[in-house]
């Protein structure tokens, strides 16, 4: 099995509404987001998927959420908190859409990972 790891960076703020400490205020992260693609097949260059298209769609994804208030957006509506885990889910739902997983069966989004500080991470697989 071969997995190809890519991660990208976007700057957001976020509340978590309810939360019972500081997190409840508005505050920003520098967000990390690594997607890790997987599967058993090389193609005939001895590649599994370009990284290229790997890198294009998660940054295609994260310029969504740059420098954004998350809690507006529609994907954390009806009271949905921005939280690591949600953001995490989120992209994977997104990601798992690219175009290049249709086109090459054999690979599959294997997980996605989200960092809100260096320390931090919560990692969303299906």
């Known amino acids: 099995m071969f997995e190809i790891?890519?991660?990208a960076e976007f700057?957001?703020?976020?509340r978590v509404a309810g939360y019972p400490g500081k997190c409840d205020?508005?505050?920003g992260h520098s967000w990390t987001v690594e997607s890790v693609v997987a599967g058993d097949?090389?193609?005939?260059?001895?590649?599994l998927v370009d990284f290229k298209l790997v890198k294009g769609k998660l940054r295609e994804l994260l310029e969504s959420l740059d420098h954004r208030l998350l809690n507006e957006l529609p994907a954390f509506a009806?009271?949905?908190n921005p939280t690591a885990?949600?953001?995490a889910?989120?992209?994977?739902?997104?990601?798992?859409k690219a175009e290049f997983f249709r086109e090459l069966p054999h690979v599959k989004l294997k997980q996605i990972q989200v960092w809100e500080s260096p320390k931090s991470s919560v990692i969303y697989s299906e």
């Open 78 to 80: 009806d009271g949905k």
């Open 25 to 27: 205020r508005l505050h």
């Open 85 to 87: 885990e949600n953001i």
């Open 89 to 96: 889910q989120y992209v994977y739902e997104e990601m798992a």
């Open 5 to 7: 790891h890519v991660s």
């Open 41 to 47: 097949k090389l193609d005939e260059l001895g590649m």
């Open 11 to 14: 700057e957001a703020a976020h």
